[in-house]
């Protein structure tokens, strides 16, 4: 791409007919290249910067079926408050994704 396109005040109705993109996506490069220069039109990662702890234990991998083994009337809103009062806590879906697993 031709920096000095970038460089104007504002990207042009022709800049962006000749690059076949959106007057958003010109701005977004433009207010990159701006900011920082060459490296900043390099294509970002988008992988999230962070990621959520694994909530499931082994130990409730184990409990979460024998709970249910104990009365087979649970739901997993019960097994859940069961959990609560264990210390852990876990959605319902998180709790019926171990049974399923289980194959309960």
Request: hydrophobic share 30%; with cysteine; proline share 4%.
């Amino acid at each position: 791409m031709n920096t000095n396109v970038l460089e104007r005040a504002s990207p042009t109705t022709s800049a962006e007919e000749k690059y076949g993109v959106s007057r958003k996506t010109c701005y977004k490069w433009k207010n990159r290249y701006l900011a920082r220069g060459i490296d900043g039109l390099k294509d970002l990662s988008r992988r999230p910067h962070n990621t959520t702890e694994q909530k499931v234990t082994p130990e409730l991998e184990q409990i979460i079926p024998g709970l249910l083994r104990l009365d087979s009337r649970f739901g997993t809103a019960r097994i859940k408050f069961r959990l609560k009062r264990l210390g852990a806590s876990l959605s319902s879906r998180t709790v019926y994704r171990v049974l399923k697993r289980h194959g309960a």
